[in-house]
């Protein structure tokens, strides 16, 4: 009679670290990732966390594995506000701080550039387009104040030209 207790089952085929390594380079060759992302790809595939940190290190020391560029990469992502990237770099297990990636600036840019491209299609609905405005924005990550602070000047200014 067979066992099927998943305790006593016979271990998976153990795989090399060659065959880890081809895996592992594969995996970079398609996509950035973080050292947190690439250990837990890793662990999927049946990697020891010895044959994971022979690796890693290995990885890191040719270059192909960089948390601050993970990092760096996130911050010039257009569109997006520091809790966007804040989030994502958490979701990633990178320790990095938005706020030390993008300076003040950036993040006003960003958000001005965001309210340029898009306030006629918000300006057509009034005050529905404006809390539209207000929640598309949040919701990629900018501060609430700034965005509020920011749309007023908007609809205001072009509210005026519309009057003149």
Do not use: C
């Given at each position: ?11 998976a ?51 192909y ?14 569109g ?23 300076d ?60 003149g």
């Amino acid at each position: 009679m067979e066992d099927k207790n998943p305790v006593n089952a016979t271990p998976a085929k153990s795989i090399t670290l060659e065959e880890l390594k081809a895996y592992a380079f594969r995996a970079l060759a398609q996509k950035q990732l973080s050292e947190h992302e690439l250990r837990t790809r890793l662990k999927r595939r049946g990697a020891t966390p010895e044959q994971s940190d022979q690796l890693i290190e290995l990885l890191k020391g040719y270059g192909y594995l960089n948390d601050q560029e993970v990092a760096r990469t996130l911050a010039r992502k257009r569109g997006v506000g520091r809790g966007y990237i804040q989030q994502k770099l958490y979701e990633k297990g990178v320790k990095a701080s938005a706020k030390t990636l993008r300076d003040d600036e950036t993040e006003e840019e960003e958000l001005q550039a965001l309210i340029d491209r898009n306030l006629e299609k918000w300006q057509r609905d009034g005050e529905k387009g404006f809390r539209r405005a207000v929640g598309f924005l949040v919701r990629r990550g900018f501060e609430y104040g700034k965005v509020l602070t920011l749309l007023k000047a908007s609809f205001q200014l072009d509210m005026s030209d519309l009057d003149g």
